[in-house]
């Protein structure tokens, strides 16, 4: 019976804490842009910044 009640309360224990990871660490998942950072010349670029090729023949975002 104690076995049991620990197997119920662990798998319960785990069942939780996706869900508790999930929310805590929602903010953290976004990126600041930053210069050199690769972009997409056919879509907007992001405030304060071009789209512009670089010596590579890239895309990336520049200061502007």
Not at 7 to 32: N, Q, V
Not at 50 to 59: D, H, R, S
Request: aromatic residues 4%; charged residues 25%; contains cysteine.
């Amino acid at each position: 019976m104690r076995t049991r009640a620990i197997a119920l309360m662990t798998a319960a224990a785990l069942a939780a804490s996706p869900a508790t990871f999930l929310a805590t660490d929602a903010g953290a998942k976004t990126k600041k842009h930053h210069a050199g950072q690769a972009c997409n010349p056919k879509k907007k670029p992001p405030k304060g910044f071009k789209c512009k090729k670089n010596k590579k023949g890239k895309f990336v975002l520049v200061k502007g």
